[in-house]
Nanobody, 119 residues
Framework: QLQASGGGLVQPGGSLRLSCAAS????????MSWVRQAPGKAREWVSL???????YYANSVKGRFTISTDNEKNTMYLHLTSLKPEDTAVYHC???????????????WGQGTQVTVSS
């Protein structure tokens, strides 16, 4: 089970930190991802941190977002900075045991948290 939280309304240029609490599986053995979906748009993979701790980012967020995990707390984070209106979306966390960046192949999904960037 995955539970995302931390979303909200923020002005352009602002920051947020999203959290994803995991339970029911061996957190440290899974690759963890953030995937977002804006209204009327396709789902977009945002970032992944593999079980070894290596982070990966979509070009659209590289240099602005930072993914991390705390294996003692079974929790993943996404620190969003320099936010833009186009970052507005529901952000979902997901877990995968399959060494893949394809969200269709992820094993577990959280319910999502809304991020709205607007002045």
């Amino acid at each position: 089970q995955l539970q995302a939280s931390g979303g909200g309304l923020v002005q352009p240029g602002g920051s947020l930190r999203l959290s994803c609490a995991a339970s029911g599986f061996t957190f440290g053995s899974y690759d963890m991802s953030w995937v977002r979906q804006a209204p009327g748009k396709a789902r977009e993979w945002v970032s992944l941190i593999n079980s070894g701790g290596t982070p990966y980012y979509a070009n659209s967020v590289k240099g602005r977002f930072t993914i991390s995990t705390d294996n003692e707390k079974n929790t993943m984070y996404l620190h969003l900075t320099s936010l833009k209106p186009e970052d507005t979306a529901v952000y979902h966390c997901a877990a995968s045991s399959r060494n893949t960046f394809n969200p269709r192949e992820f094993d577990y999904w959280g319910q999502g948290t809304q991020v709205t960037v607007s002045s």
